[in-house]
């Protein structure tokens, strides 16, 4: 009778430890969950104007899609633009219309083709317009293109464009403008921030997005290198937008966000995390991709469409 009692009493504490346990997985797992609503759903975002205490937002790639979409937001909230882009008209275009909107903004312009490669001498002129703005408080690395198609398929020229648009100016942007941003936060105790946009894609890679999701992962390694670098300085924040309806994806609806949606959303997690995907849209698109079953099923069907092209 004293085994069985002193086995009982084993017993009783195993099923005690395991109950606490559960209760510890369960705790923290809701506790998560709730953090994470909060977060994507509840939590306001930061005053930036008041955080970054004004100064100009730089936008590479400022004329069309996310750029624009960055520059209107940045423009609601008071801060002074320095579009660039490579089309002077549309650059035009679109500081008469942001002049017309925000009468008491200041809006420079910098035409520079990103496409060209890179020399000192090329991009000297690109740094030059820099050091002639004043208070820079925020870059916004945004400037890219894209192409999907079967790697195999795929053009040389229009892989070494995405390669050049998307990789190299972040570094040549960057390095331009990271002492100044530096110096600000330093010398003039003024927080800055540089937010560079990467891809959802390089969490959930596909077919036909070799090359870009290879530059887009380039993109948040510099970032997240950067951020380890100099985060405790600067707001370093990077951007991985899911299916988002601009010139490069016509559809609309579902989980596909607008490029308003999407910059606005982004915006409120700046100064709060170190990643965003721009809209719970695109946290869902994540989650549900990330399905073992759902991926490989994704996958098939793309790659039977790309057969029953090539026959």
Known sequence: MATLSKHGHKNKHLMAALALIGLYKVATTTLSYSWSFFKTFLRPGRN????????????TGATDGLGLEYA??????????????????????????????????????????????????????????FDNIGDISVLVNNVGTAEFKMFGDQDLEPMNRMIQVNCIPQVIVTKFLLPRLLARSKEQNKRTAIISVSSLLDYV???????????????????????????????????????????????????????????????????????????????????????????????????????????
């Open 48 to 59: 930036l104007y008041k955080r970054y205490q004004g100064g100009y937002v730089v936008v």
């Open 72 to 129: 209107r937001q940045f423009a609601l909230k008071g801060f002074n633009l320095v579009l660039v882009a490579r089309n002077q008209e549309k650059l035009d275009a679109t500081k008469a219309e942001l002049s017309r909107e925000h009468q008491d903004i200041d809006i420079q312009l910098i035409q520079f083709d990103f496409n060209k490669p890179y020399t000192q001498e090329g991009y000297e002129p690109l740094k030059q317009a």
């Open 205 to 311: 890679p596909l077919p036909t997005s070799a090359v870009y999701t290879a530059t887009k992962s380039f993109n948040k390694t510099f970032s997240d290198v950067l951020r380890k670098e100099n985060g405790e300085h600067i707001d370093i924040m990077t951007i991985l937008p899911g299916p988002t309806k601009t010139n490069l994806m016509k559809r609309e609806g579902g989980l596909i966000a607008t490029a308003s949606q999407h910059a606005r959303w982004s915006l409120s997690d700046v100064g709060y995390n170190s990643e965003s995907f721009g809209h719970y849209k695109h946290c869902i698109f994540r989650s549900i991709f990330k399905m073992p079953l759902v991926e490989r099923m994704i996958i098939s069907s793309m790659l039977k469409a790309q057969k029953e092209q090539e026959q």
